[in-house]
């Protein structure tokens, strides 16, 4: 009896919190609306407000580098105030706002402001709601928590795209009737996080308010995270943003009303790849799957710049999803294991500013390489410094295994 007894409360145990559930729900929701628009905004702002691919770069570079400056504040002051979840309710109460500024936008430098906006909510949310996770999960688990999400995350960011192409072909490719009925999922995503996620107690850290970034503090979080925010930064500057990917589909002749069908790809293998592979590194090598990631997206990369017809295009997508898969959740499981827990939601706001940096250098890199020479040279760009990635990576020896 008493086995029994203890077999029944480690299975239970094993199981994860519902408020981590509840997070992936938030994810799914503000995805859903997020993608919604995102799925048809480089289109929208190429053919309907005129605007240069160079233009599109700048946008969604200025754009997912602010969210990366915000993380760094929101996970510190996470970690000063010890509630998480207060600033996560902010964020997405910040996006489900700016939602409606697409909607009126009349040209590209209001679309910028929205798209700032938009992302200084995720900014203010991304670092607590990450670090969260890594407070509720069990320690042997963080990989299925942090896949969990992310999978959820992905459906959201699927079923978007598709909810847009629906609406596209059902209202004569009305982009901004699209754009107002996203403010929808959003809201919901801001009443589950409200009402279903609650946080663990966690003690303040009693200082001075001050500015984050001290050398004695960034010194603290040591030597393995460092290693990891080194990856994580060469992997993003070989992977410039997904509205390349958008673009490099109507290049090849993809309607406007299907356009989203390039986010639906990419996002169903994302999702489905996310949870298992973050099951696998819970239990393998996390060094081997990274590479692998690493090699996957080189394989996409030259699908992408060879690709003579939309098939072999949405080919290379489903292998961007793939390594997005193997390698997004996983890193965020490193930065949560390598980083002291009391500094946790430092630790990711560090990781995101120097990542968002990075994507803002390799989205204004492939707008140019696109405007200049043409789309495959973007995409040869891309392997190549992958390939530069992956040499590295290689270069670091063997990793502690986790």
Do not use: C
Not at 245 to 250: G, K, M, S, T, V
Request: glycine share 10%.
């Amino acid at each position: 009896m008493n086995d029994e007894v203890e077999k029944a409360a480690a299975a239970a145990r094993q199981k994860l919190p519902r408020s981590i559930w509840a997070l992936g729900f938030v994810s799914l929701f503000m995805d859903i609306s997020s993608e919604m628009i995102h799925a048809l905004l480089p289109v929208f702002l190429v053919t309907v407000l005129g605007a240069s691919t160079v233009t599109v770069g700048i946008i969604e570079g200025i754009g997912e580098a602010t969210a990366s400056i915000s993380k760094l504040f929101s996970g510190w002051l996470s970690d000063r105030l010890g509630a998480r979840k207060a600033l996560t309710v902010i964020g997405y109460g910040l996006g489900a706002l700016s939602k409606p500024l697409f909607a009126v936008a009349p040209t590209a430098t209001w679309i910028l402001f929205a798209r700032f906006s938009d992302r200084v909510g995720k900014g203010i949310r991304g670092a607590p709601r990450d670090a969260l996770v890594g407070d509720l999960a069990p320690p042997g688990l963080r990989g299925a928590a942090y896949g969990l999400r992310q999978s959820l995350d992905t459906v959201g960011a699927f079923a978007g795209p598709l909810l847009a192409m629906a609406l596209m072909a059902s209202f004569a490719d009305d982009f901004r009737l699209v754009f107002w009925l996203a403010v929808i999922p959003a809201a919901i995503a801001v009443a589950i996080l409200v009402i279903g996620v609650r946080e663990p107690a966690r003690h303040r850290q009693e200082r001075a308010p001050r500015f984050p970034l001290r050398r004695k503090e960034l010194g603290a979080l040591g030597g393995l995270f460092w290693g990891v925010v080194a990856v994580g930064t060469v992997l993003t500057l070989a992977r410039f943003s997904e509205a390349f990917l958008i673009l490099r589909a109507e290049d090849k002749g993809l309607p406007l009303a299907l356009i989203p069908m390039v986010l639906i790809v990419m996002s169903v293998v994302y999702a489905a790849s996310a949870y298992p592979f973050g099951a696998l590194s819970d239990k393998a090598d996390k060094r081997i799957i990274l590479l692998g990631g690493f090699g996957v997206l080189i394989v996409s990369d030259m699908v992408l710049a060879v690709a003579a017809d939309l098939w072999t295009v949405m080919a290379g997508v489903a292998l961007w999803g793939l390594h997005m898969g193997m390698t997004q959740g996983l890193l965020a499981t490193l930065v949560a294991e390598t980083a002291p827990a009391p500094s946790r939601g430092s630790a990711f706001g560090v990781y995101h500013l120097v990542t968002g940096i990075a994507l803002l250098a390799a989205s204004l890199v492939a707008g140019i390489l696109w405007e200049w020479i043409g789309p495959s040279a973007t995409f040869v760009g891309g392997a190549a410094f992958t390939a530069i990635g992956l040499a590295g990576m290689l270069a670091l020896g063997q990793w502690r295994k986790r």
